[in-house]
C-alpha cells in the first residue's frame, strides 16, 4: 500500500459526458502527478501540482482539467469524454518539488482510475 | 523534447537467465528511479540513483547510474516469473519541473 489513494476505481460513462476523479496524496506529501495509461501503452505525464498550485502541464486536453485543494487532494476533471479517453488515470504523490533531485522525485502510486468510455 | 529511451522494448528469457535493461537520454538528469508496473496496477518504485556512477543492489536487481547522468541500467541476475512485469525509468531533468517517464521494457519470465 503507497498510501495514495484514488477513488472511484472504476468508472463507466458515455461519450460527452463529465467525470471526476479523486486522489489523495500520502500524509506530508506535497505534490501531486497525474498520469493517463492507455491500454498496453506507457505513462503519459499530464499534469504536477505542488502545494496547491499548478507547477507543469504535459500533454494535457484542453477538455481535462486538475486542481490542488488547501487539504492537498486533487481532482482531475475530464469533460466532453470521447471513446478514446479511456484508459487508466494514476495519480501519484512526492515529499517535495523535484528540483534540487533525490528523494523529492521519488514518486509514490495509487491504485489508479480505470475509466471506460461507452 | 526530453526523452528517456528504453531497451529493449520488449523482452522474453527463461528462468534463471540474466538480463540488463537500458535507460538512455541526451539530458542530464539530477537522479533517476526505477519502477515496476503490474498490470493494471500503478508502478511501484524500486530504487532512486542520484550521483554519476552510482551502484545500487536490491536482492538480484543492481541499478547503475551513467557517470554523466544521462543514462541507467538494471540488471537482474537469475530471473525469476515474478519479475515480469513492465519496468519504467524516470526523471526530472536539472531545474525542470516536468517529470518524465521512460518508454518502458515488458518483462516476462517464463518458468
Known amino acids: 500500500d503507497s498510501g495514495v489513494t484514488q477513488t472511484p476505481k472504476h468508472l463507466i460513462t458515455a461519450t460527452g459526458q463529465r467525470v471526476t476523479l479523486r486522489c489523495s496524496p500520502r500524509?506530508?506529501?506535497?505534490?501531486v502527478y497525474w498520469y493517463q495509461q492507455s491500454l498496453d501503452q506507457g505513462l503519459q505525464f499530464l499534469i504536477h501540482y505542488y502545494n496547491g498550485e499548478e507547477r507543469a502541464k504535459g500533454n494535457i486536453l484542453e477538455r481535462f482539467s486538475a486542481q490542488q485543494f488547501p487539504d492537498l487532494h486533487s481532482e482531475l476533471n475530464l469533460s466532453s469524454l470521447e471513446l478514446g479517453d479511456s484508459a487508466l488515470y494514476f495519480c501519484?504523490?512526492?515529499?517535495?518539488?523535484?528540483?534540487?533531485?533525490?528523494?523529492?522525485?521519488?514518486?509514490?502510486f495509487g491504485p489508479g482510475t480505470r475509466l471506460t468510455v461507452l | 523534447t526530453q526523452l528517456l529511451e528504453q531497451s529493449p522494448q520488449f523482452l522474453s528469457i527463461q528462468e534463471g537467465e540474466n538480463l540488463t535493461v537500458y535507460c538512455n537520454s541526451s539530458?542530464?538528469?539530477?537522479?533517476l528511479q526505477w519502477y515496476r508496473q503490474e498490470p493494471g496496477e500503478g508502478p511501484v518504485l524500486l530504487v532512486t540513483?542520484?550521483?554519476?556512477?552510482e551502484v545500487k543492489k536490491l536482492k538480484r536487481l543492481t541499478f547503475q547510474f551513467g557517470d554523466a547522468r544521462k543514462d541507467s541500467s538494471l540488471h537482474i541476475t537469475a530471473a525469476q516469473p515474478g519479475d515480469t512485469g513492465l519496468y519504467l525509468c524516470a526523471g526530472a531533468t536539472s531545474g525542470t519541473y516536468k517529470y518524465i517517464f521512460g518508454t518502458g521494457t515488458r518483462l516476462k519470465v517464463l518458468a
Open positions: 500524509s506530508g506529501d506535497l505534490s
Open positions: 540513483v542520484v550521483t554519476g556512477g
Open positions: 539530458s542530464v538528469f539530477s537522479s
Open positions: 501519484a504523490s512526492s515529499a517535495g518539488i523535484h528540483v534540487a533531485g533525490g528523494s523529492y522525485n521519488e514518486q509514490f
